[in-house]
């Protein structure tokens, strides 16, 4: 599942995902500083500088709604989040 970042935006802000499989996250960065794709409950932090993608393969998870935030200062706060539900 590819998420991509801006300033003040994760798109898209809600991605649906099977359960029972492996989770590739890919965050390709299309701001103008380096952000941050984070997963507190699955212990991730992927980091992209601009104009860049990184991406990291989980292993399955219960089924649920995960939130994603961006942890550079203020992003989280101004809204840079979404949602990984697995169903």
Known sequence: ?????????FAPDTAEVPIGRPIRLVLANDGQIEHDLTVDVLSVK???AAGTSAEVTVD???PGTYEIYCAVPGHRDAGVTASLVVK
């Open 46 to 48: 992927i980091v992209a």
């Open 1 to 9: 599942m590819e998420f991509k970042a801006t300033e003040l935006s």
């Open 60 to 62: 399955p998870i219960a």
